[in-house]
């Protein structure tokens, strides 16, 4: 399996951008898809997740501003971004899980993932 990320740039804050993900060597709807980011001097931090029924999880601070989609035809994955803010400012990852849960697990752990894309800069101007 392999993730190639896209669509990172310089935006201005109040922006919207939209990043994608093309998963290769594997239909995208047999396992769970995620987005991190990973700003300069800290933590790689959860973003987005969809899972295979396509119901999708975030965390409090990005809900409302983030929405992950999957195009399942074109094994890509997407994360719209609005109202980007510097504090925004990152590599953005995609990455795939093939970990089989039962009721809402939440796959916002880098363990629970297992395949990586090679992260997209996004960075946002003030």
């Known amino acids: 399996v392999q993730l190639q990320a896209s669509g990172g740039g310089l935006v201005q804050t109040g922006d919207s951008l939209t990043l994608s993900c093309v998963v290769s060597?594997?239909?995208?709807?047999?396992?769970?898809t995620g987005w991190f980011r990973q700003a300069p001097g800290r933590e790689r931090e959860f973003v987005a997740a969809?899972?295979?029924?396509?119901?999708?999880n975030y965390p409090n601070s990005m809900r409302g501003r983030f929405t992950v989609s999957r195009d399942t035809p074109k094994n890509t994955v997407h994360l719209h971004m609005n109202s980007l803010k510097p504090e925004d400012t990152a590599v953005y990852y995609c990455?795939?899980?093939?970990?089989?849960?039962?009721?809402?697990?939440?796959?916002?752990?880098?363990?629970?993932?297992?395949?990586w894309g090679q992260g997209t800069l996004v960075t946002v101007s003030s």
């Open positions: 990455a795939a899980s093939t970990r089989q849960s039962t009721g809402y697990y939440l796959y916002n752990r880098r363990i629970d993932y297992s395949f």
């Open positions: 060597g594997r239909n995208i709807s047999t396992f769970v």
């Open positions: 969809v899972r295979r029924s396509g119901s999708t």
